[in-house]
């Protein structure tokens, strides 16, 4: 089984800036479409941000120029570098693979699409 695992998370004040980082299981990683995930407590799971094993990326219009996905195939794990953060970007954070394809430059960053998460990872922005 895909095991993923989050970190980095944390508070922060506004305008301030966190990484989170998602460690995959070795032997699956190098094919596999990334993304993350944030949910807050009532509402949908919502797509932010999404990487394909060709480095290709996409993002949900809100981070769109403040967050950046990327991944360092040496050390099997996905980051997601968060700047200029305010409040709506607090939420627990998710990391996500599947090895189905990537079908997120066309439709969005769904979560029906990915087959694997982690536990989550907990983000607080302050005023």
């Known amino acids: 089984a895909v095991q993923l695992v989050e970190s980095g998370g944390g508070s922060v004040q506004f305008g301030g800036s966190l990484r989170l980082s998602c460690t995959i299981s070795?032997?699956?990683?190098?094919?596999?479409?990334l993304a993350w995930f944030r949910q807050v407590p009532g509402k949908e799971r919502e797509g932010v941000a999404a990487?394909?094993?060709?480095?290709?990326?996409s993002y949900t219009n809100t981070v769109e120029g403040r967050f950046t996905i990327y991944q360092d195939n040496y050390k099997n794990t996905l980051y997601l570098q968060m700047n200029s953060l305010n409040a709506e970007d607090t939420a627990t954070y998710y990391c996500?693979?599947?090895?189905?394809?990537?079908?997120?430059?066309?439709?969005?960053?769904?979560?029906?699409?990915?087959?694997?998460w982690g536990q989550g990872t907990q983000v607080t922005v302050s005023s």
């Open positions: 070795k032997h699956t990683y190098s094919r596999f479409c």
């Open positions: 996500a693979a599947d090895g189905g394809g990537c079908g997120f430059y066309n439709v969005g960053i769904r979560r029906t699409d990915f087959a694997f």
């Open positions: 990487i394909d094993p060709e480095g290709r990326t």
